[in-house]
């Protein structure tokens, strides 16, 4: 049983230059949502989905764009990449939108020169 | 408005003592729940706790406990006998929003707890 699995781990992207963040779960979770830690801010809400083909905005959904064709995965889309988005960007799922607690992604580490 | 508060940006506690982390939060929502996550320096995010808001008992998970106080909206996290593998980042979080329509997770900014030998 993987979890959540994002890829990649690390990555250093041009200003300007576009990339997608893979997210995967195999646990059946309705519930996914995209984080960026930043430090001294702890982890800020960028979009979330609460099933395929359902998707909101977060906290800081600028800059982002998400889709959720099937219930495994949830990407994250960078479209233009800006230095103010370096970040560690963690995907969560949980079972559907009762108090349940999330399963993390082991996160991504991106650097915007 | 901040919704979840963590005024500790930092602590100390001595091997094997306890120590409380602070949470106060901010909801108008009845239902809503409340966590706690590990964050060691590795990186992951480990689920530790929860408190759901008609939980008539503070939640408990071995060495954790939550402090549930609702009159006074605050959350906080009791680890007892401190161990130095609990030297880490933790996050309260909550999860609101239901009479608004989806909810959403909102996380603290965290405390970054040291155990000292």
């Known amino acids: 049983n993987a979890g959540v699995t994002q890829t990649p781990k690390f990555q250093v992207l041009k200003t300007g230059q576009s990339m997608t963040l893979q997210c995967a779960q195999d646990?059946?979770?309705?519930?996914m949502s995209w984080y960026r830690q930043d430090p001294g801010m702890g982890l800020r809400l960028i979009h979330y989905?609460?099933?395929?083909?359902?998707?909101d905005q977060g906290e800081v959904p600028n800059g982002y764009n998400v889709s959720r064709s099937t219930t495994e995965d949830f990407p994250l889309r960078l479209l233009s990449a800006a230095p103010s988005q370096t970040s560690v960007y963690f995907c969560?799922?949980?079972?559907?939108?009762?108090?349940?607690?999330?399963?993390f992604g082991s996160g991504t580490r991106l650097t915007v020169v | 408005a901040q919704k979840i508060t963590q005024t500790q940006p930092g602590m100390f506690v001595q091997e094997k003592e306890a120590v409380t982390l602070d949470c106060t939060y901010d909801?108008?929502?009845?239902?809503?729940?409340l966590f706690w996550y590990k964050q060691p320096s590795s990186g992951e995010m480990i689920f530790l706790i929860y408190?759901?808001?008609?939980?008539?008992q503070n939640a408990t998970e071995g060495r954790y406990s939550l402090n549930f106080q609702k009159a006074r909206k605050s959350a906080n996290l009791v680890i007892s006998a401190s161990q130095l593998g609990d030297s880490a980042m933790y996050f309260c979080?909550?999860?609101?929003?239901?009479?608004?329509?989806?909810?959403?997770?909102?996380f603290g900014t965290g405390t970054k707890l040291q155990v000292i030998p």
């Open positions: 969560a799922s949980s079972y559907g939108q009762g108090l349940y607690g999330y399963t």
């Open positions: 646990m059946n979770h309705e519930y």
């Open positions: 989905s609460v099933g395929a083909g359902i998707t």
């Open positions: 909801t108008s929502d009845p239902s809503y729940g």
């Open positions: 408190q759901g808001s008609y939980d008539q």
């Open positions: 979080a909550m999860r609101d929003g239901l009479s608004g329509g989806y909810q959403k997770v909102t």
